[in-house]
């Protein structure tokens, strides 16, 4: 799967289900959750759509704003399975 396609999906879920805005223009290197647009809770639910979507378990102690702020540091984490 590429980079590509996983930036893609996630960027769609991320605004349609957790910001509710679909039409956010989500930058790559944006802070989700320190800027305030997605809070712990989404975070959780992003975990488990990673999961489900691309078969790919995030640890509860990786779920940090550390690294997984940015839609980038997600496209990075799923891409190394």
């Given at each position: ?13 991320i605004t349609r289900e ?17 800027n305030g647009l997605m ?18 378990y995030i640890p509860d ?21």
């Open positions: 799967m590429s980079p590509e396609h996983i930036r893609n999906t996630l960027r769609d879920f957790l910001i509710r805005d679909a039409g956010y223009p989500l930058r790559d290197d944006e802070g989700i959750i320190s809070d712990s809770f989404a975070l959780a639910e992003l975990a488990v759509f990673i999961e489900t979507e691309f078969n790919v102690p990786d779920l940090t704003v550390a690294k997984m702020d940015t839609l980038a540091q997600m496209v990075a984490r799923v891409a190394q399975r």
